[in-house]
């Protein structure tokens, strides 16, 4: 199942101890909410899915069979909440369709966070990647998950995952590459007219 901490904190779960449930979110709570933060890019939404994941989990913790770790299973269980929170998000906007756009555009609280230009641009390429790969390339590198895991969350095949991910990686690639060449080549409008 994994580390031998999960296993005793598993027993103490099961058993209904409430400490278990404290010492299950000190473990775990930053690793899922800096996963939702990067999938929502809105902190107070990272904040209540987070919240919501734990919840279930609580909940739902006999459903816990042991193939995965438990970080591992909270991870699946907060990208099923982001996902079912983005489905009611397009429900909600479909209902007010035509009156104009409901849902504000989320300031990206990583961007004004970070003072460092390097890691504002990795960040903004991030976010300029479509929802699925985000998610491989946070889930791997910045959550530090292996194929297995993400294939486990995701409920995807190793391999496809595998591949999907290295996809995403040359997708950001050619983001940050194009960003680059943008700031490093002037405008022709600039320059003015040619003589």
Same mark, same amino acid.
């Given at each position: ?27 775990? #709570?930053? $690793?899922?909410?800096?996963?939702? !933060?990067? !999938? +929502? ?29 438990? *970080? ?12 079912? @929170?983005?489905? &009611? ?6 209902? #007010? ?6 849902? @504000? ?7 004004? $966070? ?8 990795? #960040? /903004?390429?991030? *976010?300029?990647?479509? $929802?699925?790969?985000?998610?491989? &390339? ?8 292996? #194929? ?10 190793? /391999? +496809? ?6 996809? *995403?990686?040359? @997708?950001?690639?050619?983001? &940050? ?6 700031? =490093? ?9 040619? =003589?």
């Amino acid at each position: 199942m994994g580390k031998p901490d999960d296993r005793h904190l598993l027993k103490s779960l099961l058993a209904g101890r409430s400490q278990a449930s404290v010492e299950l979110i000190r473990a775990h #709570y930053q $690793a899922v909410y800096r996963f939702l !933060l990067h !999938l +929502t890019r809105d902190i107070t939404r990272a904040e209540d899915l987070t919240q919501e994941t734990f919840v279930a989990a609580w909940e739902g913790i006999a459903s816990f069979q042991g193939r995965s770790t438990l *970080a591992t299973w909270l991870h699946r269980i907060a990208y099923s909440k982001f996902i079912d @929170s983005q489905r &009611l998000e397009r429900r909600v906007a479909t209902l #007010y369709e035509g009156g104009g756009n409901t849902a @504000s555009s989320p300031v990206d609280p990583l961007e004004t $966070a970070m003072a460092v230009d390097e890691a504002g641009r990795l #960040y /903004g390429a991030l *976010a300029e990647l479509d $929802a699925a790969d985000r998610t491989l &390339l946070v889930l791997h590198y910045l959550q530090g998950l292996s #194929y297995r895991e993400i294939a486990l969350v995701l409920k995807e095949p190793s /391999g +496809t995952v595998k591949w999907r991910t290295r996809e *995403a990686l040359k @997708s950001l690639r050619l983001l &940050l590459a194009d960003e680059v060449s943008d700031h =490093a080549t002037p405008k022709t409008a600039e320059l003015g007219p040619i =003589a």
